[in-house]
């Protein structure tokens, strides 16, 4: 388009994680417009991805998605411009996004260099609670009235539950992380999704040609997330993401094994890992990059 205005476009669907039909629309949008966050872009238009079976439910509950997107969408400052849907007997629901960024100031995942400081934009867990509440584990709607937890700004719960806190976190636009990171001076970030903390942050060590480092104590988490790894509530993609890592991937002695999981559960609409020199001090720093081959090292 000119020297500092460029389209970029991304999409992404998937099946329903939570059973309120109008979170699962918050969540898919917000998880498709991270993309464009991700890149230090400016949403503008939105298209949905709908797969429907009509009479798997009453029509409200379609529209409840529908709803729930349409109101993170405005959230975002994009306009809905259409979609398309199909007749499908498994509900799948997502967008196609385009937006806006500037080629000269932007974020990319191939960017970090050796001496930077990582920080993360959302606690992790979401693939863990998300599996507990599928599989009705009690624990995943325990009550956390005495337990107060981190939500994002002027964000309510649906339910006093670590359900309904991950919720509340996969509802959250990654638009102030992006300005934030922007703000910070940084050229390079990564929304953490369905490959995990260690998954995405080793294509970002593969793609600069650095080593990265993850301090364990360090790393933000959900409510309940020792409990809920603990009573077996593990996800397919982290024993995928811990394959296809293999010896690229270290832990010292001193990390128990129920953090080693968090590592590598995958997200869904998962926060932004930022490379800065810069402290970000509204987010966890949880590492660092060093000079060497491409692995994760976390301690």
Known sequence: MSEHQALVQTMDFFTPIVDDPYSYGQIAAANALSDVYAMGGRPITAMNICCFDPQMAPAQ????????????VAESGAALVGGHSVEDPMPKF?????GLIDPTHMLDNAGAEPGDLIFLSKPLGTGIITSAAKWDDE????????DPVA??????????????????WMSHLNREASERALAAGARCATDITGFGLAGHL???ARSSEVGIEIDSAALPLLPRIQELV?????TGGSKKTRAHLGNKMTFADSVPDW?????????TSGGLAIFSKTPIEEFACIGRTFSGTAQIAVR
């Open 61 to 72: 509950v379609w529209a409840d998605i529908l709803r729930g997107m349409a109101d993170k």
């Open 94 to 98: 997502g967008l196609s996004v385009t």
């Open 139 to 146: 624990f995943a709607f325990d009550s956390l009235v005495e």
């Open 151 to 168: 939500l994002p700004q002027g964000a309510t719960v649906i339910q006093d539950s670590p359900i309904g806190v991950a919720i509340a």
């Open 202 to 204: 080793f294509n970002v």
């Open 230 to 234: 603990e009573r077996k509530n593990l």
């Open 259 to 267: 953090l080693k999981e968090v590592v590598v559960d995958p997200q």
